[in-house]
């Protein structure tokens, strides 16, 4: 698949879209995932794609719903505030059901913030983010390395149920640098199949109409539940996770992107004093892993949720065990980032070590 | 012997327009119908319907067609045309929708010279919510936001989106019409024609603004309602070209 | 192996490529490694510095809270990283720019003279060279072979001049 690279997290995000056959990108300048747009400015180009740098977020979004419209692979980046303006589109592009991707390089929030890695942005991107009845097909790298492989997933899961998809990383993700070996050949999009909802060359078939709206009375909820249906559908079938150390832990640390990470420091750490310490890290923070968190709660009954937030995956943690065991919560928000031994504190204590 | 004088267009759908009596969208539609028809583009044109009362053009308009976010017709158009670069795009727009809301897409589209084409309904009114002020609605004018009429010291001035426009190095036509009388549909349907024929020769950006009426939200007849376009609308918003190929030249 | 290393001093001076080349560096060897940048709002004359590291196993976290070494540019570098370094862990000083002493005593200190070594060797641009050159023979994190064989990957506009100027100043700095 190539040489091993030393790649920007940021690099390897768009280059992996450029290969999983992305042909349009738009985007605004926003710190910290200025280097994917930077990226795109050339690599657009050079493989017969397009690249604008749009007038505003707003604008950036709305020209991947046209294009997407056309059947195109496409993708738009920015981090909380630009993503905050773009759910108008999101939104829009979820319910006229085009497969769109992109993704939210997380700083630190609310408002301007900083431009410091954060976990801030969870419940905008689990729970839809823009207005209406809808889900995102979210992905939370926690290596350079996935970012770069991640895009490859979202178009297929995009295109397959007709949603929109995204890769929610942080600052940190986006600016680090690690080796990364792509694990799949490049896709040339001209030789994917053609998409039976695309606009364009009408001659021999009837006209298309792509639309976000029905105002025909009872047929809106209709259509609200056939996306309803598709969703039920990705979380049975797309659900991703990775646990470790599991099966013999009698604390579960629930963490993911870089908080899974550190608390993986955390429980190597840990597992050298002797502590039972596991770890579930959500791959999919959309659909989240609930029926494995359930089962696993079952049994270990206290579980710490390690965040770089005040607290917002840990509503699904608490969703997902219905009680059946004590959840604790460590967080760090808006540039917050913990450490190890941070968390091994936390850990210790609720030991009662 | 039967002699067909008038006929549908193959550019508009079969489907009833439900627009109200004296409304100007009905004429500009068949106007733009008969440009897809004439031109022959009509299955390689991708229409966009606005948010608004003509939300419903696409229904009508026989293309493929697409509804996107309010005022981000433009900002559609420019993704469409740069992956379709051999389709014909349209991006049909009110005045809230191109002049408001839609304001920045409107001019940065323009600014970039995208090869689309703006069809530009300017009736000084927001026509689905209720009749409204838009940012086009003439000073003294009321509306359900303005009872009093628009006040310029609060509400400002209305926006002439041809002379804004026609500041920037982008767009290669633009020209501002009115469908009130027969002789501004046969000029009206001229412009928008051109305004298509600059896209199908690949030169930039067009845009025809069409001076309209709302008889419904202006409260008035049909009748009285053309008499404002020709006495109030058409004095403030002078018709005529304000860009063409030959200036470029 | 594991080695979590800082680099620290002001903008311009190289910190940032520093940090780039150990990572890639340690690629070349076969290591796992990662490099994190702090990046600030400013453009120039701010702090900059940076975290690798470099292990022989997979690296859990790319955060480096607690260094094994660091390289120190800069007052201010000295004053922020010198609390945060391991006990017995190595502190590298470029003695022509900090003339403050560190506190602890607990610690492996090194000073160089490094602009002034760099400026003997060619420039004083390659005062970080010589820095890097000193850790990497305390720390043998990456063979100076890998790391000499990776100047022009990280300078790719690089003369070749300017190249053998970095790795002299990489070995001179290896006496340390």
Known sequence: MGEKKLMKGNEALAEGAVRAGCRFFSGYPITPQNEVPEYMSWRMPEVGGTFIQAESEVAAINMLYGASACGTRVMTSSSGPGISLKQEGISYTASAQLPIFYANVVRGGPGLGNIAPSQGDYFQATRGGGHGDYRVFVMAPNSVSEMGNFPRICYEVAEKYRMVTMILADGLLGQMMEPIEFDFEPIDPSKLPPKDYALGIQEGRSRRVVRSYDLKPGFMEKHTWKLMEIYNQVEEKETRYETIMAEDADLLVVAYGTCSRISRAALALGRKENLKIGLLRPITVWPFPSKILHDLASRIKKILVVEMSTGQMIEDVKLAIEGSAQVFFHGRPSGGIPTEFEVLDVIKKIYGK | MEKKVFARTKGLTETPMRYCPGCGHGVIHRLVGETLEELDIRERTIGIAPVGCSVFADEYFNCDMIQPAHGRGPAVATGMKRVRPDCIIFSYQGDGDLASIGMAETIHSAARGENITIIFVNNAIYGMTGGQMAPTTLPGMRSTTSPFGRDPKVAGNPIRVCELLSSLKGPVYLERVAVNTPGNVVKAKKAIKKAFQVQVDGLGFSLVEIISQCPTDWAMTPLQSIGRVKDEMIPYYPLGVFKSLEEKK | ?176
């Not at chain 3, 620290?8 to 150990?22: D, E, H, P, R």
């Not at chain 3, 890639?24 to 709002?41: I, L, N």
């Not at chain 3, 007052?75 to 506190?103: A, R, Y």
Request: charged share 20%.
């Open chain 3, 1 to 176: 192996m594991y080695q979590g290393v800082i680099m620290s001093g002001f903008g311009g001076q190289g910190i940032i490529s520093t940090g780039v080349l150990l990572a890639y560096s340690g690629m070349v060897d076969g290591k796992h490694v990662t490099f994190f940048p702090a990046y600030g709002a400013e453009m120039r004359g701010g702090t900059a510095n940076c975290s690798v590291v470099v292990s022989t196993d997979e690296v859990a976290s790319p955060v480096v809270s607690t260094p094994d070494s660091i390289i120190v540019m800069n007052e201010p570098s000295l004053l922020k990283f010198e609390p945060t370094l391991k006990p017995q862990g190595l502190l590298l000083i470029n003695s022509s720019l900090v003339s403050s002493k560190p506190k602890r005593n607990d610690i492996n200190i090194i000073t160089i003279d490094a602009n002034k070594i760099a400026e003997e060797i060619g420039t004083v641009k390659c005062a970080n060279m010589v820095m890097l050159g000193a850790l990497i023979n305390r720390t043998k994190a990456v063979s100076l072979e890998s790391v000499v064989k990776t100047l022009s990957k990280v300078y790719p506009r690089a003369k070749k001049e300017m190249l053998e100027i970095n790795e002299n100043a990489l070995k001179r700095g290896g006496t340390f």
